[in-house]
T-cell receptor, first 113, second 116 residues
Framework: AQSVSQHNHHVILSEAASLELGCNYSYGGTVNLFWYVQYPGQHLQLLLKYFSGDPLVKGIKGFEAEFIKSKFSFNLRKPSVQWSDTAEYFCAVNAGGYNKLIFGAGTRLAVHP | GAVVSQHPSRVICKSGTSVKIECRSLDFQATTMFWYRQFPKQSLMLMATSNEGSKATYEQGVEKDKFLINHASLTLSTLTVTSAHPEDSSFYIC????????????FGEGSRLTVL
């Protein structure tokens, strides 16, 4: 069965620090990959997505993610975080022909001023 | 992006009563909607896939007689929690898919159910 692993459950950073959140999935075929963000008190929003093509994907608010097929990974990065990036981040995978998104456990990011 | 709306956002009910939560796609037609449940500080757990005009597909371990799902039109799916108990208290989130190929979901605001 498909699964998604997010290695960091809780990350605490200071403003301007660099961020990398890990995401690995278990599926050998074609995948569509997503990162969603949930700001405090708000609903889930799409941060970025990968379907095909350039494995380095740029999303909103300066976030990017790199799909490394050989490592089954889709790590999220941001070179310099801001206090407003405090939120919970979810990695999700839709395997080719599979009817639903599978979510990772989420990573709670706290950015201190 | 596409807009998905959920109602109510918060509901409090007594144990033993039933509660209905609505999920609407406002600016697109959704043949498939998904219902998730989110426990505090945990990820989203897929409960069921709601298909317009047909029966919902439930995930393993989800009681279909307790969580009734109806998808009567291309823009509306409803989740009814029947004979609710305190352990059913949770955050319920619906989502809709615009295209099957990409699997990208748009999420509603969520509905927080508290059963007393």
């Amino acid at each position: 069965a498909q699964s998604v692993s997010q290695h960091n459950h809780h990350v605490i950073l200071s403003e301007a620090a660099s961020l990398e959140l890990g995401c690995n999935y278990s599926y050998g075929g074609t995948v569509n990959l997503f990162w969603y963000v949930q700001y405090p008190g708000q609903h889930l929003q799409l941060l970025l997505k990968y379907f095909s093509g350039d494995p380095l994907v740029k999303g909103i608010k300066g976030f990017e993610a790199e799909f490394i097929k050989s490592k089954f990974s889709f790590n999220l990065r941001k070179p310099s975080v801001q206090w407003s990036d405090t939120a919970e981040y979810f990695c999700a995978v839709n395997a080719g022909g599979y009817n639903k998104l599978i979510f990772g456990a989420g990573t709670r990011l706290a950015v201190h001023p | 992006g596409a807009v998905v709306s959920q109602h109510p956002s918060r509901v409090i009910c007594k144990s033993g009563t039933s509660v209905k939560i609505e999920c609407r796609s406002l600016d697109f037609q959704a043949t498939t909607m998904f219902w998730y449940r989110q426990f505090p500080k945990q990820s989203l757990m897929l409960m069921a896939t709601s298909n317009e005009g047909s029966k919902a597909t439930y995930e393993q371990g989800v009681e279909k007689d307790k969580f009734l799902i109806n998808h009567a039109s291309l823009t509306l799916s409803t989740l009814t929690v029947t004979s609710a108990h305190p352990e059913d208290s949770s955050f319920y989130i619906c989502s809709a898919r615009v295209t099957r190929e990409t699997g990208e979901l748009f999420f509603g605001e969520g509905s927080r159910l508290t059963v007393l």
